[in-house]
């Protein structure tokens, strides 16, 4: 159930300006220097809408790919002040866009909303990274599986282009807090997601399925023995191009 390529997703989050593109150029030169790692490996940076268009212009790299962290869920333009659509990310150069995450899920998207903006990214040509996960509380009430089988069911539709949809399970109760999950947890869960999402959407192939949530050079090598983990979406490590080497280096040890 594994895929060729290893995803690493930065998740930029609420940092950078224009001087954090010497962190796309030491990306880029330690992919020049480790061919052979990179081969194997697909990296994105999801960078705040305010870089997008600059990175993906001046920091061209043909190692590392920008991507947007949300859009709105209507498309095109409209009376939302603040908000940017997906054809506004595509146009500024962005290739990917994480959506779901549960930062925005707490500030109130809901599935039908996230499956709005999901398909408007899709209908624009952007690969989607979409975050799925539970809360504690879901987690001590045994409910994991049923939380995962309904934000994906409710937010992805079959007719949508399901070869461009990237499912990233980041359990909330992780993400910041420096715990992770017990491998033998994860093994289940990503088989969960895998063979659910092939059986209820009818595809070909399994979906390729992220993990995120304090993934550091550290704890990296514990998930590589997980051959399900087709890559991770890594938050506050992505911010240094260093740690975010190290995780790279670190996987392949």
């Known amino acids: 159930m594994t895929n060729k390529l290893r995803y690493f997703i930065g998740n930029w989050k609420m940092f950078g ?4 593109i010497k962190i796309i150029h030491q990306i880029h030169r330690f992919c020049l220097k480790y061919k052979n790692i990179n081969k194997k490996n697909k990296i994105i940076l999801c960078v705040p809408n305010t870089l997008i268009n600059y990175f993906s ?3 061209k790299s043909k190692f590392v790919v920008i991507g947007a962290q949300n859009c709105h ?11 940017v659509s997906a054809s506004m990310l595509k146009t500024a150069g962005a290739k990917y866009v994480i959506l779901g995450h549960s930062e925005n899920r707490r500030e109130g998207d809901t599935n039908q909303l996230i499956k709005e903006k999901i398909k408007f990214a ?16 879901q987690k001590k009430q045994g409910k994991t599986f049923s939380v995962l089988n309904n934000q994906i069911l409710s937010s992805i539709n ?17 993400i910041g807090t420096g715990k992770i999950s017990k491998n033998d947890d ?4 990503f088989k969960f997601i895998k063979k659910n999402f092939k059986k209820k959407f009818r595809t070909r192939k399994f979906p390729i399925v992220l993990y995120g949530g304090s993934v550091n050079e550290k704890n990296i090598r514990n998930f590589s023995t997980i051959l399900d983990i087709d890559g991770f979406l890594i938050g506050g490590a992505s911010q240094s191009s260093k740690k975010f080497i190290d995780i790279i280096k670190n996987y392949y040890k």
């Open 158 to 174: 079959k007719s949508f282009n399901l070869k461009k949809i990237l499912i990233a399970y980041e359990p909330i109760w992780s």
């Open 57 to 59: 212009k001046k920091g």
């Open 17 to 20: 300006d224009f001087s954090s």
């Open 73 to 83: 869920y209507k498309n095109f333009y409209g009376p939302f002040t603040g908000s």
């Open 186 to 189: 994860l093994i289940k869960i």
């Open 122 to 137: 899709l209908n624009n040509g952007l690969y989607v990274i979409f975050c799925v996960g539970e809360t504690l509380k």
